[in-house]
T-cell receptor
C-alpha cells in the first residue's frame, strides 16, 4: 500500500504553462508538506498544511498555490512556469502538528521546464 | 551560509568499510532527523534524535547527537552496496517538527 503518493512522477512542460502536481496520503495524517529539491539536492520546505489550513508559506512566489480539498490531499498548482522551477518536488505528511514526528515522503515529481 | 551543513558532500567507500557523515547546525536543535534518499526516489526515514548525547542504532547504522545539540553524526559499519544513496539530515528548530530545515546532503557510493 502506498502511504504518500504523487502524480505525475515526471512532468516536462514549456515555459509559461500552468501545471499541477497532486499528492495524496492514506495514513490519516493531519499535516502535509511540499518541499522543493534543486539540482544540487538541497531540499527546502515550501508549504505546510494542517487539517486543510495553511501553516507555513516559505517565501515562495505567488505563482505557486497549494490547495488542500481535504486533509488527505495537498495539490500544488504552478502558474506561468519558469526555467528555475525545474526541480524535484516532494510531498510529505506527518501525524500531528506538535511534537517531533517523522515525516513520510512521497516518491517525488521531477518537473522539467523547457 | 547554510544553517545546517553536512560533510562530506560525497563519499566513495569500499564494501565492508566503515564511514561517518556529519551534520552541523549553526544553532541549537530541538530535534535532528536522518533520511536516506535512493537515487531518483523519495526520502526514507532512518532515525530521529532529540536529547543531547542521545545515540540510536538500526541495523548497521548508528546516529548520535552531541551534548550541545548542534552536531550529529551518522556512522555506517561494514558498508554494503544497499547503503548507497543520498543521506540528508533535517533539523527541527521550532520544537514542533512542523518545519524541517534540511542539510545539503551527502552522496554515498559503495564500491565492490
Amino acid at each position: 500500500d502506498t502511504a504518500v503518493s504523487q502524480t505525475p512522477k515526471y512532468l516536462v512542460t514549456q515555459m509559461g504553462n500552468d501545471k499541477s502536481i497532486k499528492c495524496e496520503q492514506n495514513l490519516g495524517h493531519d499535516t502535509m508538506y511540499w518541499y522543493k529539491q534543486d539540482s544540487k539536492k538541497f531540499l527546502k520546505i515550501m508549504f505546510s498544511y494542517n487539517n486543510k489550513e495553511l501553516i507555513i508559506n516559505e517565501t515562495v512566489p505567488n505563482r505557486f498555490s497549494p490547495k488542500s480539498p481535504d486533509k488527505a490531499h495537498l495539490n500544488l498548482h504552478i502558474n506561468s512556469l519558469e526555467l528555475g522551477d525545474s526541480a524535484v518536488y516532494f510531498c510529505a505528511s506527518s501525524p500531528v502538528r506538535q511534537g517531533s514526528d517523522e515525516q513520510f515522503f512521497g516518491p517525488g515529481t521531477r518537473l522539467t521546464v523547457l | 551560509s547554510q544553517e545546517l551543513e553536512q560533510s562530506p558532500q560525497s563519499l566513495i567507500v569500499q564494501e565492508g568499510k566503515n564511514l561517518t557523515i556529519n551534520c552541523t547546525s549553526s544553532k541549537t536543535l530541538y530535534g535532528l532527523y536522518w533520511y536516506k534518499q535512493k537515487y531518483g526516489e523519495g526520502l526514507i526515514f532512518l532515525m530521529m534524535l532529540q536529547k543531547g548525547g542521545e545515540e540510536k542504532s538500526h541495523e548497521k547504522i548508528t546516529a548520535k547527537l552531541d551534548e550541545k545539540k548542534q552536531q550529529s553524526s551518522l556512522h555506517i559499519t561494514a558498508s554494503q552496496p544497499s547503503h548507497a544513496g543520498i543521506y540528508l539530515c533535517g533539523a527541527d528548530y521550532t520544537g514542533t517538527a512542523s518545519k524541517l530545515t534540511f542539510g545539503t546532503g551527502t552522496r554515498l557510493q559503495v564500491t565492490l
